[in-house]
């Protein structure tokens, strides 16, 4: 159903990855914020790390164990929230 | 020394003000965190509200109760954060 | 159908309200974030301002212009994030 | 220098490590907002992850490629901040 990914995902091993860069901590923890919100308002939440500017974000749907619809939606919410 | 405000601000009699609007509160709040940071970093925080996709700061140096160089240099930071 | 206001809350001609005080600015915005990301979740925001360790919280249904179901709920949501 | 480790951080090929677990994401995220207004406040930011209600949190100083006097301190920091 999902032959496109969403552009500059990568269908991983542990699931839709994304990495995004930003010019400094604050760009990137505001990012990091404004995805907390949409994940709880979906509760549906990512596995993800943060280095300083780097934010890299893994969606994958733990309760069936495989990428999901809803991790293609939050993938294509979440690239809306990129300064 | 500061005759001139930065752009947008007004010397109000609670101190230096500006309100802010956003497309919505996640926008709003992205924002504010970023502020918050700024602000804990210079260790000089701002009176602030929010309702839903506005904010409204305002900035006084309270240990003299009066708008300072502090409070400049932060609009000055604030306003660099807006997206 | 309210006649017991959650406790700590005042009825204001303004909404709902209630002033929360903490050790410093970082609880206080550390709260602030539980209470976004539970606003969003409910798609039902407060207004709110911030001075450094306090926090005052004012609860109203916009859309109908008066204090409702929605607004003691989130109220009684709010008090479970008080460190 | 630093015989004993603070108490729940292990020291790792990457760092300084502890692994954090809350009652859900909202404690979770909660709990990072604070660690990201120290981390600023410092100008020393953590390595992290985070898996719904699990943080996990690395601490180098990648200037020197080693285990400093600041990982120590931050992550001391960082303790007082577990709700």
Redesign the interface.
Known sequence: MHDDLPAGWALTDSGLRREFTFRD???A??????V??????R?H?P??????NRVTITLVSHDVGAVTERDHDLAAAIDC?V?
């Open positions: 901590f604050s760009e923890f505001g990012f990091m914020t404004r907390a919100l949409e994940a709880e308002r509760n939440h596995d993800w790390e943060n280095r300083w929230l300064p």
